[in-house]
Antibody, heavy 121, light 112 residues
């Protein structure tokens, strides 16, 4: 059974750093990208970026980002533990949202349960 | 990036009645392979989104056959033949042709 299990809810202050995780199981991790999707309170879905867990060093395997998120977040993966990460070096109040990871095969066919991130002073 | 536009944004439906949602893209989603790279997702209240339809018309595993996707190019439709209680929530279309994938605004299907 394919499962994506995300890390728990976080409450942070503006300017703090954060890394959330998404651990995959039930399939060969390196066969599919993992994407991150943001959902701000009461709003729709926004694709942030994706990572190719093959760990190969080609331009095609580098993380890909939406222009809206490029430079503000970093997406990475660790094939040895079947885990993808989304991280911020300096959070802002506008980063308050639920973040979902999803297996990306073109469509997003399996989703994690979501990680709620609250940024407040 | 490709802009996705859904209509209506709110759809009151009586259980047992049909429902239809439109999704239009700013560019054709028809690939040279002959596939339309358009997906449909349902997000039930308090839950993660789930894939319903991929490549325009293919039902994802476990999706009931009352759901159907149609259309080509820039115009797509999701139809529910008879809405059941478990179908209420927000429906999103998403183009998967280009990076970044982009979603429609969402259509809230609610009890009439």
């Amino acid at each position: 059974e394919v499962q994506l299990v995300q890390s728990g809810a976080e409450v942070k202050k503006p300017g703090e750093s954060l890394r959330i995780s998404c651990q995959a199981s039930g399939y060969t991790f390196s066969d599919y990208w993992i994407s991150w999707v943001r959902q701000m309170p009461g709003k729709g879905l926004e694709w942030m970026g994706s990572v190719d867990p093959t760990d190969s060093y080609t331009s095609d395997s580098y993380p890909k980002y939406s222009p809206s998120f490029q430079g503000h977040v970093t997406i990475s993966g660790d094939r040895s533990i079947n885990t993808a990460y989304l991280q911020w070096s300096s959070l802002e109040a506008s980063d308050t949202a639920i973040y979902y990871c999803a297996r990306h095969r073109g469509d997003l066919d399996f989703w994690g349960q979501g990680t709620r991130v609250t940024v407040s002073s | 990036e490709i802009v996705m536009t859904q209509s209506p944004l709110s759809l009151p439906v009586t259980p047992g009645e049909p429902a239809s949602i439109s999704c239009k893209s700013s560019q054709s989603l028809l690939d040279s392979s002959g596939y339309n790279y358009l997906d449909w997702y349902l997000q039930k209240p308090g839950q993660s989104p789930q894939l319903l339809i991929y490549l325009g018309s293919k039902r994802a595993s476990g999706v009931p056959d009352r759901f159907s996707g149609s259309g080509s190019g820039t115009d797509f439709t999701l139809k529910i033949s008879r809405v059941e209680a478990e179908d209420f929530g927000v429906y999103y279309c998403m183009q998967a042709l280009q990076i970044p994938p982009t979603f429609g605004q969402g259509t809230k299907v609610e009890v009439k």
